[in-house]
């Protein structure tokens, strides 16, 4: 594959110009590359964006670290292994978390670089529909279209301004100098629980406040209530329907005010705040409207074609984060949108990434996994549901792990699985085989066809699915 052809000392023309390296950038040029297509990616900081640097890794390799630490409590409360914590090292945890994150750059970089991607660091600003201006390379010019990949940032609140000590948003609150003692968090989706999860484990004491009805509410009601009742087990203090009415931020300590669900007024008092609100499209700087585009009220950039991911303007598709919904703003659905707008830009057919077949994970303990429609979406879009469930404490695997949990299928009566909905240890790692069973549209009886390994957690899944096809073993039909 050849270089793109520097036409003089400020212009470069090339196939496809990248803006922005996250997990949706560096995909596209990957792949693109792969197509033969030479592959300009301009990234203002570092390859592999937020996911890599600030969020997905990061804070796995930190909630791994609160695992363990949860472990030698059970160890000793619940196994009669007398195991006792003495400290937690900060520094060397979060050397182990920074030589992941190291070690995950270093190979984003050698697949770039390997793939003949022309990887330019700088502000990228479009100038035209077919050309951004590059602080410290030029102007590039590309012949077969642009990709926008500007990922986002933390949504933060009126009033409350992050200073990365007392306020603190989910891009810096692993990166602070030592553990809190309490915590408040903001928002109860799912970076909000993961990281109330892990400051819990930490041993600190945790309140949770999200201003809709139920935490991580996007999901199905079930999967709220037995995350909501596995928290509250942990220790953290869940406030549901409650909304922050002001706080003050002093030398020591953050005192907020929350109004609960029946209308009370508690002050609060926290080490730390920490706002997980949700997140907002980067586009500061991008001169969209040099190429004839706009965002919409939330900031998005809305493709005009879903099916190749381009918006109005002819040539210039947006992928990742910048995306409004049915995208998802997940990692993985941004892979896919990357590798469909590569092969799109190479003139291979296209056919629209499929959402409800994507998987959503909280990882915090316990954790959460779904894929499809929740029970409520399959009514309201009129389907005539059944519903099978089944605690994972139904199972031996499910009483060894001893955290609780279930599983819920949803499945069109006499017909397709709609949706498949996980609580418990590791059901992350349970998740792929109802992404295939939600994605190929299996029906119960084709899932209950198959066995699941004895003693497993997924054996919980085989013997939902055996029900709903009218074969229950260990259930009644």
Not at 134 to 154: C, D, F, K, N, Q
Not at 286 to 305: E, I
Not at 395 to 419: F, I, N, P
Not at 451 to 474: C, I, Q
């Amino acid at each position: 594959m050849t270089q793109p052809e520097t036409i003089d000392d400020n212009r470069t023309e090339t196939d496809v110009l990248v803006i922005g390296g996250g997990t949706g950038g560096y995909s596209t040029a990957l792949r693109a590359a792969a197509l033969g297509l030479k592959v300009v990616l301009a990234e203002r900081d570092k390859v592999g964006g937020t996911c890599l640097h600030r969020g997905c890794i990061p804070s796995k390799a930190m909630l791994h670290a609160a695992e363990l630490v949860d472990g030698i409590a059970e160890a000793r409360e619940r196994w009669g292994v007398k195991a006792t914590l003495d400290s937690v090292d900060w520094p060397a945890l979060v050397a182990t978390r920074d030589d992941i994150v190291g070690r995950n750059h270093r190979g984003v970089v050698g697949h770039l670089t390997h793939a003949g991607v022309d990887v330019v660091y700088g502000d990228a600003e479009l100038t035209g529909p077919r050309s951004a201006r590059v602080t410290g390379y030029g102007e590039v010019v590309a012949r077969r279209g642009i990709v926008l990949a500007t990922g986002s940032r933390p949504r933060v609140l009126p009033g409350l301004t992050p200073d990365g000590h007392r306020v603190v948003t989910s891009d810096d609150a692993l990166f602070a100098p030592a553990l809190p003692k309490s915590v408040l968090v903001l928002g109860g989706g799912a970076i909000g629980v993961e990281y109330a999860s892990f400051h819990r484990s930490m041993g600190a004491d945790v309140i949770l406040v999200e201003a809709a009805d139920r935490i991580v509410p996007l999901e199905d009601a079930e999967v709220s209530r037995h995350l909501t009742r596995g928290l509250r087990k942990r220790g953290i203090d869940v406030l549901a329907g409650a909304r922050l009415l002001d706080a003050a931020v002093l030398d020591e300590e953050v005192v907020a005010t929350v109004r609960t669900a029946r209308g009370e007024t508690r002050t609060v008092r926290a080490e730390r705040l920490l706002v997980a609100v949700g997140r907002a499209p980067v586009t500061d700087g991008l001169g969209l409207a040099a190429a004839g585009l706009t965002t919409d009220d939330r900031g998005h950039v809305a493709p005009a074609d879903w099916s190749r991911l381009e918006t109005s303007v002819p040539g210039i598709h947006v992928v990742g984060d910048l995306l409004p919904p049915p995208s998802l703003g997940l990692a993985h659905a941004s892979f896919a949108e990357g590798m469909l707008v590569a092969e799109v830009l190479a003139g291979l057919p296209s056919r629209a990434v499929d959402y409800t077949a994507v998987p959503r994970v909280t990882y915090s303990s316990p954790q959460t996994a779904a894929v499809g429609l929740t029970e409520a979406d399959a009514r309201n879009a009129g389907h005539d549901v059944t519903v099978g469930t089944m605690p994972l404490t139904a199972v031996a695997k499910g009483m060894v792990h001893g955290q609780g949990g279930m599983v819920k299928v949803v499945a069109e009566r006499d017909g397709r699985v709609l949706g498949v909905h996980l609580v418990g240890p590791h059901v992350s790692e349970m998740i792929a085989e109802s992404q295939l069973i939600v994605g190929w549209e299996a029906e119960p009886a084709d899932v209950a066809a198959h066995l699941h390994a004895h003693p497993t957690l997924s054996e919980a899944v085989g013997e939902v699915f055996l029900t709903l096809a009218g074969r229950g073993l260990h259930q009644q039909s």
